[in-house]
Protein backbone atom coordinates (compact mmCIF):
# COMPACT_ATOMS: atom_id res chain seq x y z
CA UNK A 1 0.00 0.00 0.00
CA UNK A 2 1.43 3.27 -1.14
CA UNK A 3 0.92 6.88 0.36
CA UNK A 4 -1.47 7.99 -2.48
CA UNK A 5 -3.72 5.60 -1.43
CA UNK A 6 -4.82 6.77 2.05
CA UNK A 7 -5.33 10.05 0.75
CA UNK A 8 -8.45 11.72 2.11
CA UNK A 9 -10.37 14.49 0.23
CA UNK A 10 -12.51 15.20 3.68
CA UNK A 11 -9.61 17.61 4.96
CA UNK A 12 -8.61 20.67 3.06
CA UNK A 13 -5.69 22.86 3.15
CA UNK A 14 -5.16 25.92 4.42
CA UNK A 15 -4.28 28.90 2.27
CA UNK A 16 -1.86 32.11 3.45
CA UNK A 17 -4.68 33.92 3.08
CA UNK A 18 -6.71 32.13 5.39
CA UNK A 19 -6.45 33.13 9.18
CA UNK A 20 -5.52 31.68 12.03
CA UNK A 21 -9.11 31.41 13.82
CA UNK A 22 -10.29 29.80 10.56
CA UNK A 23 -7.36 27.53 11.00
CA UNK A 24 -8.25 26.39 14.77
CA UNK A 25 -12.04 26.25 14.04
CA UNK A 26 -10.99 23.87 10.72
CA UNK A 27 -8.83 22.12 13.57
CA UNK A 28 -11.82 21.45 15.85
CA UNK A 29 -14.14 20.55 12.92
CA UNK A 30 -11.74 17.67 11.37
CA UNK A 31 -10.36 16.84 14.50
CA UNK A 32 -7.00 17.33 14.13
CA UNK A 33 -3.36 19.19 15.66
CA UNK A 34 -2.15 20.21 12.46
CA UNK A 35 -3.42 21.82 8.85
CA UNK A 36 -1.07 21.98 5.69
CA UNK A 37 -0.81 25.35 4.23
CA UNK A 38 -0.89 25.69 0.19
CA UNK A 39 -0.48 27.93 -1.80
CA UNK A 40 -1.66 27.16 -5.24
CA UNK A 41 -0.47 23.76 -5.72
CA UNK A 42 2.77 24.72 -3.41
CA UNK A 43 2.95 23.15 0.13
CA UNK A 44 4.41 25.99 2.21
CA UNK A 45 4.58 23.78 5.78
CA UNK A 46 2.14 22.52 8.32
CA UNK A 47 1.03 24.67 11.43
CA UNK A 48 -0.35 23.26 14.39
CA UNK A 49 -3.14 24.69 16.85
CA UNK A 50 -0.49 25.27 19.08
CA UNK A 51 1.72 27.38 16.55
CA UNK A 52 -1.71 29.64 16.39
CA UNK A 53 -1.99 30.24 19.94
CA UNK A 54 1.62 30.37 21.19
CA UNK A 55 1.99 32.76 19.08
CA UNK A 56 -1.41 34.83 19.02
CA UNK A 57 -2.26 34.86 15.70
CA UNK A 58 -5.88 33.99 15.29
CA UNK A 59 -7.13 36.69 13.90
CA UNK A 60 -3.87 37.33 11.28
CA UNK A 61 -3.50 36.19 8.14
CA UNK A 62 -1.25 32.85 8.10
CA UNK A 63 0.68 34.23 4.94
CA UNK A 64 2.32 37.26 6.82
CA UNK A 65 2.84 35.81 9.89
CA UNK A 66 6.83 35.10 11.12
CA UNK A 67 6.38 31.58 11.89
CA UNK A 68 9.58 28.96 10.77
CA UNK A 69 6.47 25.73 10.10
CA UNK A 70 7.83 22.18 9.99
CA UNK A 71 7.68 20.93 6.91
CA UNK A 72 6.97 17.16 6.51
CA UNK A 73 5.81 15.28 4.08
CA UNK A 74 5.65 12.02 1.75
CA UNK A 75 6.16 11.58 -1.97
CA UNK A 76 2.72 9.61 -3.09
CA UNK A 77 4.96 6.77 -4.40
CA UNK A 78 6.21 6.03 -0.83
CA UNK A 79 4.96 2.98 1.01
CA UNK A 80 2.65 3.07 4.27
CA UNK A 81 5.31 2.18 6.60
CA UNK A 82 7.04 5.32 5.98
CA UNK A 83 4.13 7.24 6.62
CA UNK A 84 3.54 5.32 9.49
CA UNK A 85 7.41 6.08 10.85
CA UNK A 86 6.99 9.98 9.93
CA UNK A 87 3.52 10.25 11.94
CA UNK A 88 4.69 7.89 15.21
CA UNK A 89 8.43 10.25 14.89
CA UNK A 90 6.90 13.81 14.77
CA UNK A 91 3.95 13.31 16.88
CA UNK A 92 1.57 14.78 13.68
CA UNK A 93 -1.92 14.17 13.18
CA UNK A 94 -2.12 14.71 9.22
CA UNK A 95 0.95 13.98 7.03
CA UNK A 96 0.77 15.91 3.99
CA UNK A 97 1.75 14.08 0.30
CA UNK A 98 3.46 15.72 -2.65
CA UNK A 99 3.70 14.25 -6.26
CA UNK A 100 6.79 13.51 -7.66
CA UNK A 101 7.34 16.91 -8.70
CA UNK A 102 6.56 18.15 -4.85
CA UNK A 103 3.28 19.59 -5.89
CA UNK A 104 0.97 19.57 -2.58
CA UNK A 105 -1.90 16.28 -3.48
CA UNK A 106 -3.70 15.77 -0.09
CA UNK A 107 -3.20 14.52 2.94
CA UNK A 108 -3.41 11.93 5.15
CA UNK A 109 -4.60 11.81 8.91
CA UNK A 110 -3.56 9.66 11.41
CA UNK A 111 -7.07 8.47 12.03
CA UNK A 112 -6.84 6.82 8.17
CA UNK A 113 -3.17 5.26 9.05
CA UNK A 114 -4.41 3.65 12.46
CA UNK A 115 -7.78 1.81 10.57
CA UNK A 116 -5.36 1.08 7.74
CA UNK A 117 -2.95 -0.69 10.30
CA UNK A 118 -5.54 -2.97 10.90
CA UNK A 119 -5.61 -4.42 7.76
CA UNK A 120 -2.01 -4.68 7.40
CA UNK A 121 -1.72 -6.68 10.56
CA UNK A 122 -4.46 -8.65 9.38
CA UNK A 123 -6.25 -8.16 12.71
CA UNK A 124 -9.87 -8.63 11.25
CA UNK A 125 -8.74 -12.18 9.83
CA UNK A 126 -10.07 -15.38 12.26
CA UNK A 127 -6.81 -17.09 14.01
CA UNK A 128 -4.54 -16.57 16.83
CA UNK A 129 -1.64 -14.65 18.24
CA UNK A 130 1.87 -15.54 19.45
CA UNK A 131 4.52 -13.68 21.01
CA UNK A 132 7.99 -14.96 21.13
CA UNK A 133 10.96 -13.28 23.19
CA UNK A 134 13.97 -14.01 22.17
CA UNK A 135 17.87 -12.60 21.58
CA UNK A 136 18.17 -10.19 18.77
CA UNK A 137 20.87 -12.69 16.93
CA UNK A 138 18.80 -15.81 17.09
CA UNK A 139 15.92 -14.39 15.36
CA UNK A 140 15.38 -15.65 11.96
CA UNK A 141 11.76 -15.52 10.43
CA UNK A 142 12.26 -18.55 8.04
CA UNK A 143 12.81 -21.06 10.84
CA UNK A 144 9.98 -19.49 12.61
CA UNK A 145 7.44 -19.54 9.46
CA UNK A 146 9.38 -23.56 8.99
CA UNK A 147 7.82 -24.27 12.48
CA UNK A 148 4.05 -22.52 11.69
CA UNK A 149 3.95 -24.29 8.70
CA UNK A 150 4.62 -27.46 9.88
CA UNK A 151 1.41 -27.46 11.94
CA UNK A 152 -0.68 -26.78 9.08
CA UNK A 153 -0.44 -22.59 9.72
CA UNK A 154 0.08 -20.00 8.13
CA UNK A 155 1.37 -16.64 9.27
CA UNK A 156 -0.87 -14.05 8.12
CA UNK A 157 1.25 -10.94 9.82
CA UNK A 158 4.20 -10.60 11.63
CA UNK A 159 6.32 -7.22 13.23
CA UNK A 160 9.22 -7.17 15.73
CA UNK A 161 9.84 -5.14 18.77
CA UNK A 162 13.68 -4.61 20.00
CA UNK A 163 13.48 -4.23 23.73
CA UNK A 164 14.91 -1.05 25.29
CA UNK A 165 18.52 -1.46 27.46
CA UNK A 166 18.52 -5.25 26.22
CA UNK A 167 19.82 -7.44 23.25
CA UNK A 168 16.58 -9.00 23.17
CA UNK A 169 13.13 -8.79 21.21
CA UNK A 170 9.61 -9.73 21.04
CA UNK A 171 8.48 -11.28 17.41
CA UNK A 172 4.56 -10.98 17.23
CA UNK A 173 2.82 -13.39 14.92
CA UNK A 174 -0.69 -13.42 13.64
CA UNK A 175 -1.55 -16.78 12.79
CA UNK A 176 -4.61 -18.06 10.38
CA UNK A 177 -5.22 -20.99 13.28
CA UNK A 178 -7.78 -20.46 16.74
CA UNK A 179 -6.10 -23.60 17.86
CA UNK A 180 -2.12 -23.00 19.05
CA UNK A 181 -1.15 -25.92 21.05
CA UNK A 182 0.59 -27.62 18.20
CA UNK A 183 2.58 -24.20 17.21
CA UNK A 184 3.22 -23.82 20.81
CA UNK A 185 4.80 -26.80 21.67
CA UNK A 186 7.15 -27.43 18.70
CA UNK A 187 8.30 -23.42 19.50
CA UNK A 188 8.79 -25.18 22.73
CA UNK A 189 10.83 -27.95 21.67
CA UNK A 190 13.16 -25.43 19.36
CA UNK A 191 13.92 -24.08 23.14
CA UNK A 192 11.75 -20.63 21.46
CA UNK A 193 10.42 -18.78 24.64
CA UNK A 194 6.36 -18.27 24.11
CA UNK A 195 5.89 -15.20 25.79
CA UNK A 196 2.55 -15.19 25.25
CA UNK A 197 -0.56 -16.34 23.37
CA UNK A 198 -4.18 -15.40 22.32
CA UNK A 199 -6.91 -16.95 20.99
CA UNK A 200 -8.47 -15.00 18.53
CA UNK A 201 -11.95 -14.38 20.46
CA UNK A 202 -9.46 -12.91 22.52
CA UNK A 203 -7.13 -10.88 20.58
CA UNK A 204 -10.57 -9.48 18.53
CA UNK A 205 -11.98 -8.36 22.13
CA UNK A 206 -8.89 -6.76 23.42
CA UNK A 207 -8.15 -5.20 19.97
CA UNK A 208 -11.89 -3.38 19.86
CA UNK A 209 -11.54 -2.11 23.23
CA UNK A 210 -8.18 -0.78 22.33
CA UNK A 211 -9.48 0.86 19.13
CA UNK A 212 -12.36 1.95 20.54
CA UNK A 213 -10.76 3.71 23.27
CA UNK A 214 -8.28 5.10 20.67
CA UNK A 215 -10.87 6.86 18.38
CA UNK A 216 -13.19 8.44 21.37
CA UNK A 217 -9.44 9.67 22.61
CA UNK A 218 -9.17 11.03 19.27
CA UNK A 219 -12.81 12.69 19.17
CA UNK A 220 -12.10 14.45 22.63
Known amino acids: MLAKDLITDDIPPLKPSDTGLMAINWMDE ?3 SHLPIVKNHEYLGLISDTDILDYDITDDELGKCKI ?49 FATLAATREPGGIIVLEMNNHDYT ?30 VTLKINREDLSGI ?3 FYRYNYNVKASFHQSEFRDD ?5 DSFMNYLNI
Do not use: C, W
Not at 73 to 99: A, F, G, N, R, W
Not at 144 to 168: F, M, R
Open 68 to 116: SLIRPYVLESQHVYEVIKMISTMKLTVLPVLDEQLNYIGLIPATILIQQ
Open 30 to 32: FKV
Open 184 to 186: IQT
Open 141 to 170: LAQIAQIVESNDGKILSSYVNHIPDSTKME
Open 207 to 211: MKNRF
